[in-house]
């Protein structure tokens, strides 16, 4: 029989990918989301993609008696939680807002597979938990940092629960997987980021100035020690952060995992600045976007990448998809969304 999986907040950007992904795999996928910050599009996509008519059931999380209901419904044995908030600035304004959702249906999650004996958790952590790092490339085992906000405290306290909810309960077994900078689309174009508002991340505020949604790209701080001035990063394509999902998931599913709670940093292994992804777009996509240097942002660190070594032996990924590649997925999206041929 196919084993089954959850994916909470399945409707947005990571948990659509990682849907297709898992559906190519051969799991049967039941959806969870209160569209809160996604609509039915990229689930629309999903099933035009796949050829399957993905079950989407529409609920919050944090009602505890509403999402049992789903528990009732559908036997998954796994599940892959992706349901949270997400804006860095936000939480730092408004911090219940974070801790109240992200915590609230994290624990209902956890609770509730206890209840209903189900076995296998994947957790959508951060490369956020490691702040700025003593040392670089990160492994798993660099010393978490202090977060210096109230979603990226959430990510910490997530997987702390996780790492002792394993540990204690019999049966429950949990991998975090810490990602680095999502980025790109799915080669169909029919699914992507669709950010509300003005985009706050480096890509989608590319695609939306080159699309001429937006006039000026901002180049946050040219004065970094790096070599060209700007922050460094490890931007990984979302199809492959996806396929990571599935390996987590199979993994546990065949008990392979080597201890009742894993981490596993989700990453290229390259560091690469915000001007070169900025020049390396306009590139491969042939299209100019115009920006300028812009004072530093608040509360970046300079530079982060990962490393892999980790994943690439314990759960046999690696990234696959060229930067180039992913440049011209996000590129491709962007111009599917804004009817640009
Ligand atoms: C990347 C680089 C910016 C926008 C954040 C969260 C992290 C995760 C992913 C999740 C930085 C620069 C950006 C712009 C710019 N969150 N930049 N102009 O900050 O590394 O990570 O998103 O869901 O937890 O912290 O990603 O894409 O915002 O920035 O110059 O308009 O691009 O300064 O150096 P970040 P980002």
Known sequence: MKQMVLVSGGAGYIGCHTTVELIAAGYDVVIADNLSNADMSGVEGVRQITGVDVPFVEVDCCDKQAFARLFEQYNFDSVIHFAAYK?????????????????????????????????????????????????????????????TS????????????????ATAYEGLRGISLRYFNPIGAHPSAL???????????LVPFITQTAAGVRE?????????????????????????????HVVAITRMVEGKNKQPYEVFNVGTGNGVSVLELLHGFERV??????????PRRAGDVVAIWADTKLANEELGWRSERTLDETLRSAWEWEKHVRGIK
């Open 87 to 147: 804006a860095v600035g936000e939480s730092v304004v408004d911090p219940m807002k974070y801790y109240r959702n992200n915590l609230t249906s994290f624990m209902n999650v956890v609770e509730l597979m206890r209840e209903y004996g189900r076995h296998n958790i994947v957790f959508s952590s951060s490369a956020t938990v490691y702040g700025e790092a003593d040392e670089l490339p990160v492994t798993e085992l660099t010393p978490r940092k202090p977060a």
């Open 191 to 201: 699914i992507g980021e669709l950010p509300r508002g003005v985009p706050q991340n």
């Open 150 to 165: 109230s979603y990226g405290n959430t990510k910490q306290i997530c997987e702390d629960i996780l790492r002792d909810v």
């Open 216 to 244: 000026c790209l901002s180049v946050f701080g040219d004065d970094y020690p790096t070599p060209d001035g700007s922050c460094l990063r490890d931007y990984i394509d979302v199809v492959d952060l996806a396929k990571a």
């Open 285 to 294: 996509n042939g299209v100019k976007v115009n920006h300028k240097i812009a």
